[in-house]
């Protein structure tokens, strides 16, 4: 059994690497609008995207619609590749805690 | 790292979760482009019918006219859809959208066909309120909002076809096609991805 992202496997890390996730590869997500799907605070998911940012996961692309500020996110293709890696990881971990409950018959 | 089985359990429903309101959300945005589409050509060709009055109804012009409108509508949905959706996030959604869409024209096109010594006249009223039931269907799953878009405007549109005959194209381009447009905005805002 591979091991599990620390990075992704974080609450709110975890729900943006899941939304973000949906979207085509060449898409990205306007900030608010994630928020809006996170659940959220500015501050909480900026310091989470940062962490997503270094590791690689995420590209943050800055610019100005209508003289302001924007900030429109999406995955990498290494962090889709870590998502569905842990993912996978999570579900190996419940089908083996089946196994065990389930008595050999 | 060790995660025991009801974290991951929680941690998966969670992914799941969140999966859905993001579908949603981009499904939001699909859909906003296909209103605004149908809202700018229902608004084109009223417009269009309103200012050639003269128009024989039974004219090749007339009936090439709606043919070009009903394929550049479908035509325009399929291609959004194909180049929006994701398919593995939206496909059986999307297909189950145009699906719905080519019914709803079908059983048009087949009453207009039963009923074409009714006139044209009735389709003015029959085509756009036919839409504004798939419009009211709709929202049953989509929101409220497109409930009550549904109702009003198919309420207008009776009004327009009973008491504002020279001006009744117009009143459909500006009340339907309005409606398509503003609706298509609304969902726009809510949507995730554009």
């Not at chain 2, 906003?32 to 309103?50: D, E, K, M």
């Not at chain 2, 479908?74 to 959604?93: K, Q």
Request: aromatic share 12%; hydrophobic share 50%.
């Amino acid at each position: 059994m591979s091991g599990g992202d620390e990075i992704i496997h974080q609450a709110v890390r975890l729900r943006i690497m899941a939304a973000l996730n949906v979207l085509r590869a060449d898409d990205a997500v306007e900030f608010t609008r994630l928020r809006g799907l996170i659940k959220a605070t500015d501050g909480n998911l900026g310091a989470h995207l940062e962490t997503l940012e270094k590791a690689g996961y995420i590209e943050i692309e800055k610019r100005f619609e209508r003289k302001r500020p924007q900030s429109r996110i999406k995955a990498t293709p290494a962090g889709r590749r870590a998502f569905a890696e842990h993912v996978a990881y999570l579900r190996e971990i419940l089908d083996s805690s089946t196994q065990k409950a389930t008595p050999p018959g | 790292m060790t995660i025991d089985p009801e974290t991951a359990a929680a941690s998966l429903q969670d992914i799941a979760d969140t999966e859905r309101r993001a579908r949603e959300s981009v499904f939001y945005s699909v859909v906003s482009s296909i209103l605004i589409l149908w809202g700018v050509l229902v608004a084109s060709i009223q417009t269009i019918l309103y200012l050639m009055p003269r128009l024989d109804r039974s004219s090749w012009l007339f009936i090439a006219s709606w043919c070009a409108f009903y394929a550049i509508g479908l035509g325009g949905t399929y291609a959004i859809l194909r180049v929006r959706s994701r398919p593995r996030a939206l496909s059986p959604l999307a297909w189950r959208l145009l699906g719905a869409m080519v019914i709803l024209i079908a059983y048009g096109v087949l009453w207009t066909a039963l009923l074409g010594p009714a006139g044209a006249r009735w389709f003015s009223v029959f085509w756009p309120t036919l839409f504004m039931f798939g419009f009211v269907l709709a929202g049953l799953w989509v929101g409220q909002f497109f409930v009550a878009c549904g109702l009003i405007v198919t309420a207008l549109v009776v009004a327009g076809y009973l008491w504002l005959e020279p001006w009744y194209p117009l009143w459909l381009a500006v009340v339907e096609g309005g409606t398509l447009i503003v609706s298509g905005l609304w969902l726009r805002r809510i949507g995730m991805s554009r």
